[in-house]
């Protein structure tokens, strides 16, 4: 009894087990020895051998993708998996050119009432501000708003108009809101086309990267190109203004379809050492698409030409059901091994690589397994880890603190520029925005290189916040010294101060969220990775939805939803260190794996400092330890787990 007593003790610091129910193939080799030890006597149990693993568990070997198979396959020093990595890269610039083109196609121009004689009345004209201010407060994000309160004064007549002439300053001569005059009452309407591309990528998100998960990354990439196509090109045909925003909404489902299954499969082509250059080189080149948006709307001049171009080079990508395969990773990880075994003859015959030289034997051990049943996971199954559920709720939070703040900063440095600058220029704001983007990016490749994920998430956040809290009070310390007459301070000074902790706030931002959705692709298992992305990127575009909401409203309640964020940053801040690090570390491909990627010191222990946690490893040394000593040397049943 004192025997059994101790056996049941001794799984209290065992892993947690396999998907399939089994222990890892180590940890089932240690237990099936201490129970051996335990029952038979010492002269015999030196001669027996490690029991077979279980009916129900895999190979490890197969499911070391990062350290087994690709190695065996080459990893990016072969041709045929740097032609991969380059078509993922292709498509990038296509999507930066649709994630930004709500910025020519909805851009608010400024109009004037026309005269029934045709001629325009230049002196009665409407700024972009005036048709916001038109719209009454109490006006919902889906449903009609109640009658617009009109602006005091003389402009009250102004909004009673049958024919508007308008001022387009996105390089177009017509747009969406000159198409169906989107002024005075119906600028409302012009609000919700906006949240219609950014609901249909959130939706998109989080039901594509389920189904990523379930039929794999091809299927839903090739499947959004073919919806996006016939969306996207319908756009363009739209009759009214309901029709454009239903059509976005879709587009942008199929759009978030693109962009989460080519994330998840540049992530698991790549080793190690090049997952983040790889995808910073993909972010780039979105961002170039973001820079040469002005010059191809000023070559289209017209708003349906401009939607078609976008959509029309997806029609390359309808290529990629020929050319792309499905992610081998992926196909390992969910136990699909008569698939991955057809791929694996693929790839090196297109290396012309010699299956011969497989040193750790992945073929043989393949062979075993291809009776094996496929076992794959959804999303849900994280709600009963531990560790895991916590880190994807930490990057989520963070992403939407990163995408939300962003716009407060932005708001905030575009309101001097358009008191100092007259008239307003659309390009400065344009490419101030992309500038501030690319320095971002920039500044992201040596500090994660250098701190790592962790530590450069914390550097970016901890800018955030820093610039979040200067501007919400020092700026009006500032503002209220300023009133006194003897002072010496203008508000040119607040103002000068603002736009520097604008311009440093967003480039923080910026690294923020989009190191969260890195940092998601990495410590994500490969079995759920798909749902994990889904997660922060539907978290980024709750926080970018904060624009258009927040213009619906007429920028009230804007210091209030500043101070909020700036809480979050403080929260976050905590939230990080409890990320592990995933810097150079291989991916995790099931939950148990997920599960034990757990945190490390944000920095090394000295030489001779002992941590004051033990690891798990050492948990596990111990108590193997206390098992043997407690059987043959007749300790007793309460000695403690390190043998004192």
Known sequence: MAIDRRREAAGGGRQLPEENGSLPAGEAGSAAAAATLAVAPPATAEIQTLPPPAAGSCSPLLLDYDGSVLPF???????????????????????????????????????????????????????????????????????????????????????????????????????????????????????????????????GYLITGCIADWVGRRPVLLFSVIFILIFGLTVALSVNVTMFSTLRFFEGFCLAGIILSLYALR?????????????????????????????????????????????????????????????????????????AKKLILHFTNKNEMNVESDI??????????????????????????????????????NSLTGFGIHHCFAKSMMGHEMKNSNPHHFYTDYYTMAGIALASCLAMCPVVGFL?????????????ALASLLQLGLLNLIGKYSQLPDSGMSDSVKDKFSTAFSIVGMFSSHAVGSLSVFFCAEITPTVI????????????????????????????????????????????????????????????????????????????????????????????????????????????????????
């Open 73 to 203: 396959l080459g990893g990016l020093g072969c041709g045929y998996q740097r032609t991969l990595v380059l078509l993922t890269w292709i498509p990038a610039l296509f999507i930066g050119f649709s994630q930004f083109s709500d910025s020519f196609l909805l851009d608010q121009p400024d109009f004037w009432c026309r005269e029934p004689d045709g001629q325009g009345n230049g002196t009665d004209n409407l700024t972009r501000g005036l048709a916001n201010h038109s719209q009454s407060s109490s006006a919902g994000m889906l449903g009609a708003p109640a009658l617009p309160t009109p602006p005091p004064g003389d402009n009250a007549s102004q909004c009673h108009c049958h024919e508007w002439h308008y001022l387009i300053r996105a390089g177009l001569v017509q747009n969406v809101v000159s198409k169906w005059d989107l002024v005075c009452e119906s600028s409302w309407k012009v609000h919700i086309a906006k949240f219609s591309l950014l609901v249909g990528l959130i939706f």
């Open 267 to 339: 992530i698991e082509l790549c080793p190690p050492g090049h997952r983040f250059m790889v995808t910073m080189v993909a972010s780039f080149i979105a961002m170039a698409g973001q820079f040469l948006m002005p010059g191809l709307a000023a070559l289209c001049r017209d708003w349906q030409v401009l939607q078609a171009v976008i959509i029309c080079p997806f029609l390359l990508m309808l290529l990629y059901w020929v050319i792309f395969p499905e992610s081998l990773r992926w196909l390992m990880a969910t136990q699909q091994f008569e698939a």
């Open 360 to 397: 750790k034997g992945v073929m043989p051990e393949l062979e075993k397994e291809l009776t094996r049943r496929p076992k794959k996971v959804c999303i849900v199954k994280v709600v009963g880890t531990r560790n895991l559920w916590k880190n994807i709720v930490v990057l989520c939070v």
């Open 452 to 464: 790592g994920r962790r530590g450069g998430l914390l550097l970016f956040m901890i800018l955030t």
């Open 529 to 644: 990775r798909g749902g994990g992305l889904g997660l922060v990127l539907a978290s980024a575009g709750f926080g970018m939805l904060t624009a258009p909401i927040m213009e619906l409203h007429n920028q009230k309640g804007y210091f209030l939803h500043h101070v909020i964020f700036a809480c979050c940053t403080l929260i976050c801040i905590i939230c990080i260190l409890l990320l592990p690090e995933s810097k150079n570390q291989n991916l995790p491909e099931n939950i148990p794996d997920g599960e034990h990627y757990t945190r490390k010191p944000l920095l090394p222990h000295k030489k001779g400092e002992q941590p004051l946690l033990l690891t798990n490893s050492e948990l596990k040394d111990y108590s193997g330890l206390h098992d043997s000593s407690a059987v043959g040397d007749g300790v007793s049943e309460n000695t403690t787990a390190n043998g004192m």
